[in-house]
Every structure is written in structure tokens, then in C-alpha cells.
């Protein structure tokens, strides 16, 4: 049931566990090197994420993407 919902959700245009770290870290502020040594991640991993999240979520800009993570707590 919960493995369901994971993919619905995913499905539905949320952002995958990995994305949504690299996300939140964002929204602290952290610039790609940083996240990347926080989550021991290479930084061409993160700009990926960086992408891939803006995309999914249809997000212009990083800005755009750390305040669409911070409004969502």
C-alpha cells in the first residue's frame, strides 16, 4: 500500500526522495558544492536534481524552486 502511494505520488509529478533532499538543501540556501559535501553527492549529481526538480514541478529558476520547497512547510 505505501510502495502505491509512493508511485502515485511520484507519478502525479512529486519529486523523488533523492530530488527532494537536494531540494531542501536549496531552500536552506546552499549552493550546489555544499549540497553536494552535505549529502555526499557529486556536484554534477546535484545540478541534475537542480533540473530535474524545476522541471518537474515547471519552476523557472532555483529561486523559484527553494521558495516552492520552503512554502510547502
Known sequence: ML???SLREHAAGDLSIAERRVAN???EGLADH???ERLMLSPRTV???VA???R???LRS???LAAH???DF
Open 47 to 49: 545540478e541534475s536534481h
Open 25 to 27: 538543501c536549496v531552500a
Open 3 to 5: 510502495v502505491e502511494m
Open 62 to 64: 532555483r529561486a523559484h
Open 56 to 58: 518537474r514541478l515547471g
Open 69 to 71: 520547497i520552503a512554502a
Open 52 to 54: 530535474s526538480s524545476r
Open 34 to 36: 555544499q549540497v553536494a
